[in-house]
């Protein structure tokens, strides 16, 4: 089963989307995720994961507030699409530049690599 978001936050919500939060506890649980992997199938084709208990792209449904009955069957291609905006590895990526930009401004040193 293949899914597609019809609107993305970085794309035509990104106003109305929260950023990605960076607080620590937010932080702690994206680390965690980062460490887990696929590790087997189990008997109905799905897939164990070891190390930790979700993957990163689990992390971002669950930090969207993901809902599977929400998912639209589209018509003869096997594939989904899903109402609401999600959060995406760029949604991640631009909150940390932000917040490490805005850290180096409030300590007064701008560094240059």
């Known amino acids: 089963m293949f899914y597609m978001t019809s609107n993305t936050p970085h794309e035509s919500q990104r106003g109305a989307w929260a950023p990605?939060?960076?607080d620590e506890v937010t932080l702690s649980l994206m680390e965690a995720s980062l460490d887990v992997a696929y590790d087997d199938v189990d008997d109905e084709g799905g897939p164990i994961v070891s190390d930790g208990r979700y993957t990163f792209h689990?992390?971002?449904e669950f930090m969207s507030g993901y809902n599977p009955e929400l998912l639209i069957p589209l018509e003869e291609t096997g594939w989904f699409e899903y109402p609401d905006p999600q959060y995406t590895y760029k949604d991640v990526i631009r909150s940390?530049?932000?917040e490490v930009r805005r850290l180096r401004s409030t300590s007064g040193t701008i560094e240059v690599s």
């Open 20 to 22: 990605f939060p960076v």
């Open 96 to 98: 940390l530049i932000d």
């Open 58 to 60: 689990k992390f971002l």
